[in-house]
């Protein structure tokens, strides 16, 4: 079996998320909202784009297999973590540990069942729950960004349908861990 490029388009494009991840890091350490907002977006669209390229112009990969989770769990894990640092982001350490322990108990258990030779990759809950992920990381970043430019009534309005969008993240993130769950003992038995 003929062994497969590192260097292609799509495992470039999810490698450039390691980077940008810890660019994003950097801006909310340092306040840089503004910033941290283009670099998250830049980031997100990396995502959409390589699975589009892959899909569309080849190759699909294991190597992109592999690390487009990796890079995308890179992002949001490591965004979660570092917004929760900020107290007025309203993330809490236990929506950080709902995030993250959902992430390592579906990728633990994606590698068993993968190790048995079936494919266990994303399906439209798992999409979901990313859209919502980044959607609640945008907003968190907008409205910090907000705080100084936007119209108090804007960022009041704003705040209360970020706090609809990270509890519906949260749903999300669990539910489709539920789901993957049932899906994998389905697998393997």
Do not use: H
Not at 61 to 69: A, E, Y
Request: aromatic letters at 10%; glycine letters at 8%; a positive charge.
């Amino acid at each position: 079996m003929p062994r497969e490029s590192l260097w292609n388009v799509p495992n470039l494009l999810s490698a450039a998320r390691i980077p940008l991840a810890v660019a994003l890091f950097a801006c909310i350490v340092y306040g840089l909202w503004l910033a941290g907002l283009i670099v998250f977006l830049a980031a997100a669209a990396t995502d959409w784009l390589d699975g589009w390229w892959a899909r569309r112009y080849g190759p699909l990969s294991l190597v992109g297999r592999n690390l487009d989770p990796l890079a995308d769990k890179v992002l949001v894990c490591g965004a979660f973590i570092y917004l929760a640092t900020v107290p007025e982001t309203g993330i809490l350490p236990w929506m950080v540990t709902v995030v993250v322990s959902r992430e390592l108990v579906v990728t633990g258990i994606r590698g068993i069942v993968e190790a048995t030779g079936q494919k266990f990759g994303a399906d439209w809950f798992g999409k979901l729950k990313m859209a919502l992920q980044c959607a609640a990381i945008i907003g968190v970043l907008l409205i910090q960004w907000g705080r100084t430019t936007f119209d108090p009534a804007l960022l009041d309005a704003l705040e209360r349908v970020q706090v609809v969008v990270l509890y519906a993240m949260l749903a999300a993130t669990i539910g489709s861990g539920m789901q993957y769950l049932v899906k994998a003992a389905k697998m393997l038995t």
